[in-house]
């Protein structure tokens, strides 16, 4: 049997590069591996465009990826488009109807979870924003002390460089889809995330009926500690192919 496609999806304040260290380990296995851009406009128009990217790019069985809130789109795209057969959630968010990813952090701990949030976000205006609407950066502090935490000084700098905006408005709308109802599901939850607390990702994940995994690593344990991402979606991969 053919082994699935697997998609990789990014979620705020990076891009699909995120990805690499578990990409290439996927590739070296014969797995066919898509990162595709997450526009972070918003779950309506980001899950759209993943829809139609899994529907025109794929073919066969996928499965797909998000990491924090590429699992807030993942959630919303995959009964939307392509054949996606398991979904698996690295950090992420795992929401269900009527949840936004603000609502899902208030109270939680989350360093993000602030009164003022421009103590963490530096916010900016964007051409053709809705009225109200701006994007979000991460203060460097802010990826230093609690999005990449484990990661080489150095590191973390390339990371506040080049990080992609998410508006604020897609940290208000809701979910609408919760693909978990009746797609299979993993999950690996980063015991020292401070952006989405792993008290909050095993709450979500174990609602969902997910596998879970634990891993000692920040918010972005693909990339300090990929194997634990690795290891779910061969897992997830297993399951499809089985």
Do not use: C
Not at 10 to 19: C, M, N, P, R, T
Not at 23 to 30: I, P, R, V
Not at 200 to 219: N, W
């Amino acid at each position: 049997m053919s082994k699935p496609t697997i998609v990789l999806v990014h979620g705020a304040w990076a891009d699909a590069s995120s990805w690499n260290a578990v990409a290439a380990a996927l590739q070296s296995q014969g797995f066919t591996v898509l990162a595709p851009t997450n526009l972070l406009r918003g779950p309506a128009t980001d899950a759209a465009y993943l829809s139609s990217f899994l529907a025109q790019r794929t073919t066969g069985p996928v499965v797909l990826a998000g990491h924090s809130y590429g699992g807030f789109v993942i959630t919303n795209a995959a009964l939307g488009g392509g054949d996606v057969r398991a979904l698996v959630y690295v950090d992420a968010f795992i929401p269900d109807e009527g949840e936004t990813t603000f609502g899902i952090l208030d109270g939680s701990g989350s360093a993000l979870a602030v009164p003022d949030p421009t103590t963490v976000l530096d916010l900016a205006g964007y051409p053709g924003a809705p009225e109200g609407d701006v994007e979000a950066f991460l203060k460097p502090d802010a990826v230093h002390s609690a999005f990449a935490q484990d990661l080489p000084s150095d590191e973390r700098w390339l990371i506040a460089a080049g990080q992609r905006p998410i508006t604020l408005s897609a940290n208000t709308t809701p979910s609408v889809v919760a693909a978990w109802k009746t797609l299979p599901s993993w999950a690996v939850v980063g015991l020292e995330d401070r952006v989405i607390p792993p008290r909050t990702q095993r709450s979500m994940a174990e609602r969902a009926g997910a596998k879970i995994t634990d891993v000692s690593a920040s918010h972005v344990s693909m990339v300090s500690q990929p194997q634990a991402a690795i290891d779910a979606l061969l897992a997830a991969a297993a399951h499809v192919g089985g």
